[in-house]
């Protein structure tokens, strides 16, 4: 016979165990909804409403959701934030419909089928019959940006996208471009510059472990059309990139710096003040003293710009949503 001792144990122990499965499923719900909402509903099928609304009952009857329910789905809306404190999903109803949405990190792809299909759309099949074969082909005229930024990204899923592939990916029309998730070298950066003097916008979040000064330092006397550039978590940028943005970056409207404690306080106020053109700088989680906040957010109320810096509360400078812009700034296809 078990002791009353032994029986407790084993209680307080199930109830350890399904406080576990309730946060997994939890958590998996929540990766299921950032991929569906964000990146995901045109290309599994949903429709997509004015915002990036999609109907409530038509998730629910996606297969990734079988296991879900409507009032988990409404919970999770309402209870989700970001590490930024940031709701992640809102919902809405209207005309006796429910609608959902993220709140941010929408970019969504295409359908590479046909509605209702399995059958490839003639544009998908076209561009992976050149991206299986990109030898053959010299793109450096093609005119046309989003034709060459799905192949971009239809490589970069595939993981394919080596320098090779830049060298003949990476042409003069492109204006927007996003490094992030990618490995890259500095041959790739010293591709870009080369071949592409119209970039605009620029990603280069988490390429920490390749980004330096003195890259940077090329980087922005090569590229004098930047207006926005995403360099979070590239920690071994300092105050040399901070003089180098503000030297050269001209155009300069948007930059992230977040996740890099490796910029003063006094580098970022002189960005601020010598970037005639910057609106938007995201700093969220640099230490800033009492002092330097006053002085950043003056600065931000004169030029009319937008910051976001944990704690800042400013309605005039400070965005309603600290990640709205994120992951990436401007417009990437």
């Not at 002791?3 to 958590?27: C, F, I, L, P, Y």
């Not at 941010?104 to 792809?109: D, K, L, M, T």
């Not at 710009?305 to 296809?333: H, R, Y």
Request: charged share 30%; net charge positive; glycine share 4%.
């Amino acid at each position: 016979m078990k002791s009353r001792g032994n029986r407790n144990r084993m209680g307080t122990e199930q109830n350890v165990a399904s406080e576990e499965t309730k946060m997994e499923k939890d958590e998996r719900l929540s990766k299921r909804l950032c991929y569906i909402l964000r990146y995901g509903a045109v290309k599994e099928g949903l429709k997509l409403y004015e915002g990036g609304f999609v109907d409530m009952n038509q998730l629910l009857e996606l297969e990734l959701m079988r296991h879900n329910t409507k009032e988990e789905v409404l919970n999770e809306a309402d209870v989700s934030v970001s590490h930024r404190n940031a709701k992640r999903f809102e919902w809405k109803e209207e005309n006796g419909k429910m609608f959902i949405r993220a709140c941010f990190c929408r970019n969504f792809e295409e359908n590479p089928c046909h509605e209702g299909s399995k059958v490839p759309t003639l544009k998908n099949a076209c561009l992976q019959y050149v991206c299986n074969n990109l030898n053959d082909y010299d793109l450096e005229d093609f005119p046309d940006e989003h034709l060459i930024s799905k192949m971009i990204q239809k490589m970069k899923k595939q993981n394919k996208l080596n320098n090779t592939a830049m060298r003949q990916l990476l042409v003069p029309v492109l204006e927007h471009l996003d490094f992030s998730g990618i490995y890259i070298t500095d041959s790739t950066l010293k591709i870009l510059w080369r071949n592409c003097p119209n970039i605009r916008v620029l990603s280069l979040k988490d390429c920490g472990y390749l980004i330096t000064d003195n890259l940077m330092e090329q980087l922005v006397k090569k590229l004098l059309h930047l207006e926005s550039l995403n360099l979070c978590a590239c920690k071994h940028l300092t105050d040399r990139s901070a003089s180098a943005l503000s030297k050269h970056a001209k155009n300069l409207r948007e930059l992230n710096l977040s996740w890099i404690s490796t910029i003063s306080e006094a580098a970022i106020i002189n960005l601020m003040t010598k970037c005639p053109k910057l609106v938007f700088l995201d700093i969220y989680d640099h230490k800033i003293s009492a002092e330097s906040r006053s002085v950043m957010t003056d600065i931000a109320r004169q030029r009319k710009m937008k910051i976001v810096l944990k704690g800042l509360t400013d309605q005039e400078i400070a965005l309603e949503n600290p990640c709205s812009l994120l992951p990436n700034f401007g417009k990437v296809w």
